[in-house]
């Protein structure tokens, strides 16, 4: 996915939502008003920081827009204002929770997945509580994306490197990230290998997988790790905070959402979620590249803004 404006939805259906109920009796399902919800993740969005504020990339750090591949949700939410808390928004979906990896997680297996095939996440209206919403939540869990990474160090920290190969070589490198607060896994498969881990990973935990052939020498590599960071965009914190260490991101609309009580026509909704240099690097030689094998270390791979608004 080389685009930088990239639709996503659900590969699930919607049976997601926290409970489930059949569409209004005598009624076809295709003329039922409903919420339509797109995601579109925008490398070219304004870039944030954890309020909401417009920032750039720190100095000593460098970033790179991740090309995407699945998004997964655990959570969306409408509010009315700014000062209505986490807990009292009107949730449109809600997926499952589990102990069985010890403290309560998000149970990564019944996510919501998105990728670029479909675009909507869709509910009908008369499931929505009536109301004027002027901001968005989302419950980030998963993301799985391509990076460019450089083999710099390869000679010394690859078994059999071919002797004499020079290791400055730029290659994609597939992540799988988790961004929900705590999550189970039982396993995961990044692209061609499987990761087993049956057990809870907090926030920030990372799978990178690379693969290829450099002059005859093929080899895969398989990491994981730990990204101390994660941007979590809330505009609203001072008045409506969300848990710690959660990823849930906050959007406000230009205009509030209006939904009407006994709606006859679809609402339609499109959330741009910003990945502007959304994959931070530590960048020690100041060259701009990520340099994993030299020891350079991912800083932050959240979000950087939610923007929402309705449209025709």
Known sequence: MKNTNLLFSALMGISMLSCSVDEPTGTPAEEVPRLNITFIMDAEAERLDNLGNPVTVPEGNAAQNPDFDILGLHFIGLYPDKFTPYDDGVTITSTATTGSGGALAIDFDSEVFFNEEINTLSVPLSYVTAGTYEYIRASIGYQKYTIVYNLEGAA?????????????IDVDGIVASFLGYNTYIGNYVIEDQTVTVNGNKAQGYFGLETKGNIEGFVFTQLTQGEAPQTT?????????????????????????LVI??????????????????????????????????????????????VFPSVVD
């Not at 339609?268 to 020891?295: H, M």
């Open 156 to 168: 010394t920290e690859i078994p059999d490197w071919p002797a004499g190969v020079d290791d400055d």
């Open 232 to 256: 979590v965009p809330n505009p609203i914190n001072e008045t409506s905070p969300v848990p710690e260490g959660s990823c849930v991101v906050t959007g406000q609309f230009p205009s509030a």
């Open 260 to 305: 009407p009580a006994n709606a006859t026509e679809d609402i339609n909704i499109e959330v741009v979620i910003s990945i502007n240099q959304s994959f931070e690097w530590e960048d020690t030689n100041a060259n701009g590249k990520y340099e994993p094998l030299l020891g350079e270390n991912v800083v932050d791979m959240g979000t950087r803004g």
